[in-house]
């Protein structure tokens, strides 16, 4: 059977990856091991975090789905990191796993384009002239297709430990894919081996919960896709609990490190720095006496806890000790213990900016098979593999999105330009421009490129326009209004500092001792809220925001460089032997690009650029 597209596994990449088709018109495919774990979350109960939060607004500002369907799906939303500025704010809700998974399964079979089946891809299929041509599963069946995204997740070749126990299987005893990883490694994919792991879950109803520390929602609820309606997500939350390891947990974990896989050396995956086993933690960290532990439930008919911090490793008999000696679970019975999972990936340098691999062309990749690690990091690149394998069967440029345009833009440069040695995590701190690149103003970034791409209506667009003329005028306003002397005087009041008369309302604003609510009674035009945040943001850090910017147009002219696709390094006598092999390898797209390659040097670039001038006569500053 022929289909425009066909995409491997019903993870959160896969699920955006396959939306993102059916929704541009084309025939769509979803393969999966199996249809009762789309959008499984096999680790952690929750949508967002830091920085996370920041790929699910942009996921949903360009069309995607996973923002609409956390929304309708969570049990406790918080704003996180809301005593720092606004660039780091993130949002972290936490799911009701069950009705996220069976909410995206609706989604997805409701979904017009878009067939679900149930099976295991053993195979992919190319043509003569090297490109995809389709897949075959295991039961024999051929489907053909120009477009294939392979969203595999770890469950390539995965198995779990547990201290001296071990099974071929994907996560929570679910299948495993047992065959594509050599098809993927016959079409020339560099193939690696990583490694993860998931807490234990417990019993809610043999935990002390008045040894912990209540850690509830917020009031009121920020929804996380800009098409929420606000007001239909102020529920009643469930409570999450904050509890401590001790130096009682440490020395039954350290007595017992002899055991763990992980440094018996029976595990040959790297993991996950950024995300670390108890184990590891007490290695690595041996000066801190405790590790804080968030008991957080797992759904409203869920009787099981996640106890996010302890993921592990270590035999059964050691979990269950170490846990009984935290407050609160001293009595906690264990439902499901915890484990490590190692998997098969691929080396995303093999990919170009769109996730399309560079040696075949139609084949994409997206999610934890390019080594990254999350659920969001997952859901980001599953959905620009689709919309790119979408633009390809159009005939159309791909949308590239670079790193002064998202945190989506710095997640695949990263993991295509410099690779990943261990499983790659989201982080601000990767965000050269992050104070431009807000969660709040993801919309006012991306919907625009997500219209051009076929994914947001047209109803949507009007309303960013609106918005952005909206928002233009107010910041108008702020400059040319000015505070008669009553007015001064009723601010000043108000603040507890003087204000002069003639003062501009952006400049009020600007003051540490200004808030919003002092200059909206002074506003003739009518804002929404959030209109009137983006005044306040755009407007109390209009300096730094300048000043970023003035980077990132720097940043561009490199970016606007682009160097030839045919371009032969190795005849660049000037090139260091490894800037030559890094740079015929990765093929970058421009000169921006190539300097972020580890192994490229600033004269190396220099290099280039004077080759570039004398050889295409181009002017490169």
Do not use: W
């Not at 920041?54 to 500002?61: C, K, M, N, T, Y």
């Not at 939350?237 to 055991?259: F, G, K, M």
């Not at 006496?289 to 996640?306: S, T």
């Not at 190692?342 to 084949?363: H, N, Q, R, W």
């Amino acid at each position: 059977m022929h289909y425009d597209a066909i995409v491997i596994g019903a993870g959160h990449a896969g699920c955006e990856a396959a939306l993102a088709l059916a929704r541009t018109g084309q025939k769509t495919l979803l393969i999966t091991l199996t249809l009762d774990a789309i959008a499984h979350m096999a680790c952690n109960p929750a949508i967002g975090g830091t920085s996370k939060g920041h790929l699910v607004r942009e996921i949903d500002a360009l069309g995607g789905q996973m923002g609409r369907t956390i929304d309708g799906a969570f049990i406790q939303s918080r704003m996180i990191n809301t005593k720092k500025g606004p660039a780091v704010h993130s949002l972290r809700a936490q799911a009701d796993k069950a009705k996220y998974s069976a909410s995206m399964k609706n989604t997805l079979l409701t979904q017009q384009n878009l067939t679900l089946l149930q099976g295991e891809v053993s195979e992919l299929l190319t043509a003569e002239n090297g490109s995809i041509s389709g897949v075959k599963t295991t039961h024999g069946a051929v489907y053909s297709a120009k477009a294939v995204i392979v969203t595999t997740g770890v469950y390539l070749k995965s198995r779990i430990l547990a201290g001296e126990f071990c099974e071929e299987t994907g996560p929570g005893g679910l299948m495993r894919s047992n065959h594509l990883t050599e098809s993927i490694k016959n079409l020339g994919f560099p193939i690696m081996r990583f490694k993860t792991g998931t807490p234990p879950r417990i019993n809610k109803h043999t935990v002390d919960y008045e040894k912990m520390e209540v850690q509830p929602g917020d009031d009121p609820v920020v929804p996380f896709s800009f098409l929420t309606d606000p007001d239909s997500v102020q529920i009643t939350q469930v409570p999450c609990y904050l509890t401590y390891t001790n130096e009682a947990t440490h020395n039954i974990l350290r007595a017992n490190i002899h055991r763990s896989p992980m440094y018996s050396g029976v595990i040959k995956g790297m993991g996950a720095r950024y995300c670390p086993s108890i184990e590891d933690k007490i290695v690595r960290f041996a000066d801190k006496e405790r590790h804080q532990l968030f008991i957080e439930p797992e759904g409203l008919d869920n009787d099981e806890l996640y106890v996010q911090g302890f993921s592990s490793s270590m035999p059964y008999d050691v979990q269950e000790a170490a846990l009984h000696t935290i407050p609160g679970l001293e009595h906690a019975q264990i439902t499901r213990y915890a484990y490590a999972i190692e998997y098969d990936c691929i080396d995303a340098t093999a990919l170009f900016g769109s996730l399309m691999a560079k040696e075949v062309p139609g084949l994409f990749f997206a999610g934890q098979v390019n080594g990254s690690s999350g659920y969001e990091e997952a859901a980001a690149q599953g959905l620009m593999a689709g919309i790119n394998a979408s633009l390809y069967l159009r005939g159309k440029d791909p949308l590239i999105l670079d790193r002064s345009q998202g945190y989506i833009g710095v997640l695949i440069d990263d993991l295509t330009t410099l690779g990943t040695p261990e499983p790659y995590r989201m982080m601000t701190s990767r965000a050269e421009y992050r104070l431009t690149l807000r969660q709040d103003n993801a919309d006012l970034r991306l919907t625009e490129l997500g219209y051009h791409a076929g994914l947001v209506s047209e109803e949507r667009y009007a309303a960013l326009l609106q918005k952005k003329a909206a928002l233009d005028a107010g910041l108008k306003e702020l400059e040319a209004r000015r505070l008669s002397l009553t007015e001064a005087e009723e601010v000043s009041r108000a603040i507890g500092a003087p204000v002069q008369s003639g003062t501009q309302l952006n400049t009020l604003l600007a003051r540490n001792d200004a808030q919003l609510c002092h200059i909206t009674p002074y506003l003739t035009g009518d804002y929404t809220p959030a209109v009137l945040r983006q005044m306040e943001i755009s407007t109390k850090y209009r300096g730094y925001i300048q000043r970023q910017q003035r980077d990132i147009e720097a940043f561009l002219k490199m970016e606007h460089t682009p160097l030839p696709e045919d371009m032969d390094y190795s005849a660049i006598g000037s090139l260091r032997i490894e800037a030559r092999e890094k740079l015929s390898r990765i093929r970058p797209r421009n000169l921006g690009q190539a300097g972020r390659i580890s192994g490229v040097s600033p004269s190396d670039i220099s290099v280039l650029m004077v080759y570039l001038k004398r050889h295409q006569g181009e002017e490169v500053q």
